[in-house]
């Protein structure tokens, strides 16, 4: 897949170095969690993630509970991934040109 359209946001400066160094540190770009981010968006059907307002500290027991059960189920699916296995797949889908998502 070509990579032919450019995508600018505006954000806070120390907001944008932060992330920069957290993606830099995990091996790869801010662009590319950005385009991994569109890519499970469109193979979620929505945002990959549920959004909340409350952090973890304000959260019941129960919801964190709920949270962790909820987690658990998705790596017994095999849902989740190790970054390994991400990097293969990826590498994988750019070497032979398809668009499946991770």
Same mark, same amino acid.
């Given at each position: 897949?070509?990579?032919?359209?450019?995508?600018?946001?505006?954000?806070?400066?120390?907001?944008?170095?932060?992330?920069?160094?957290?993606? !830099?540190?995990?091996?790869?770009?801010?662009?590319?969690?950005?385009?991994?981010?569109?890519?499970?968006?469109?193979?979620?059907?929505?945002?990959?993630?549920?959004?909340?307002?409350?952090?973890?500290?304000?959260?019941?027991?129960?919801?964190?509970?709920?949270?962790?059960? !909820?987690?658990?189920?998705?790596?017994?699916?095999?849902?989740?991934?190790?970054?390994?296995?991400?990097?293969?797949?990826?590498?994988?889908?750019?070497?032979?040109?398809?668009?499946?998502?991770?």
């Amino acid at each position: 897949m070509a990579m032919d359209a450019t995508l600018q946001i505006r954000m806070n400066s120390d907001l944008k170095a932060e992330v920069e160094e957290l993606y !830099r540190n995990l091996g790869t770009s801010f662009a590319e969690a950005v385009r991994i981010f569109a890519q499970q968006s469109l193979r979620e059907g929505g945002m990959p993630f549920r959004p909340t307002l409350k952090a973890w500290e304000n959260m019941t027991t129960q919801e964190v509970n709920a949270k962790l059960l !909820r987690s658990e189920a998705d790596i017994a699916a095999g849902r989740v991934y190790s970054q390994d296995e991400l990097d293969r797949r990826m590498k994988g889908r750019f070497a032979h040109g398809t668009d499946t998502a991770v």
